[in-house]
């Protein structure tokens, strides 16, 4: 079955560096997307790719089969949910669980 | 900046009604992607489309949900009867996506549905 998984909830100190990991499942996938969600809004793209990206404090690793979102100077307006995705050819995105990023002062 | 526009934003109904969920996609994108968000399932893929034709809903249970895009500007989510167990938020998306896996899905911002 095409899954993606990755832990429900981290936990980091503000300023400090947080790694959400990701692994998945997904036939022919080689690419990986993260989302942010904030409660009633729209899910947004943080970074996406085939290889290690970086879009200002969002970092991706990239392995075939998993991924590390490492968000850098974690604030407290980064508490939210962390969305990882997988692509296969077939058109299809499939999403994990979700990660919940608490931040302590 | 081009959106993805979902209505309603919130629905409290009642089980055994009908719930239709309609969603917008950007203009010109040529695939269009149903998800549930559960906390048990995070996002749940359960339809998506691409050139309005219906590529896969193995996603939905059959019985009581369907989705339709009756045209390039409209895609809709159909559940009758409703039942409690459907209470989440609804994510439509949308993409011009070439097969190659590496385009991005833009997100609407949801309908949350509440069924009593």
């Known amino acids: 079955k095409d899954q993606v998984f990755q832990p429900s909830t981290v936990a980091s100190s503000e300023g400090a560096v947080v790694e959400i990991f990701c692994n998945h499942s997904?036939?022919?996938?080689?690419?990986f997307f993260w989302y942010l969600h904030f409660p009633g809004c729209a899910p947004r793209l943080l970074v996406k790719?085939?290889?290690?990206?970086q879009q200002g404090r969002y970092n991706m690793t990239y392995e075939r089969f998993s991924s590390s979102l490492l968000i850098l100077q974690v604030r407290e307006a980064d508490a939210a949910v962390y969305y990882c995705?997988?692509?296969?050819?077939?058109?299809?995105?499939?999403f994990g669980t979700g990660t919940r990023l608490k931040v302590l002062a | 900046d081009a959106r993805v526009t979902q209505t309603p934003r919130h629905k409290v109904t009642e089980m055994g009604q009908e719930v239709t969920m309609r969603c917008q996609p950007i203009l010109g994108h040529n695939t269009v992607f149903w998800y549930r968000q559960t906390m048990m399932q995070g996002l749940e893929l359960l339809a998506y489309?691409?050139?309005?034709?219906?590529?896969?809903d193995s996603g939905m249970p059959k019985d009581r949900f369907s989705a339709e895009m009756p045209d390039a500007t409209l895609a809709t989510l159909k559940i009758q009867p409703s039942e409690p167990r459907d209470s989440a938020v609804y994510f439509c998306?949308?993409?011009?996506?070439?097969?190659?896996?590496?385009?991005?899905?833009?997100f609407g911002a949801g309908s949350r549905l509440t069924v009593l």
């Open positions: 995705a997988c692509s296969s050819g077939t058109y299809k995105y499939i």
């Open positions: 790719g085939s290889k290690p990206s």
């Open positions: 489309f691409r050139n309005r034709a219906p590529l896969d």
């Open positions: 998306a949308s993409g011009l996506v070439r097969g190659t896996g590496a385009n991005v899905l833009t």
């Open positions: 997904v036939s022919n996938a080689y690419n």
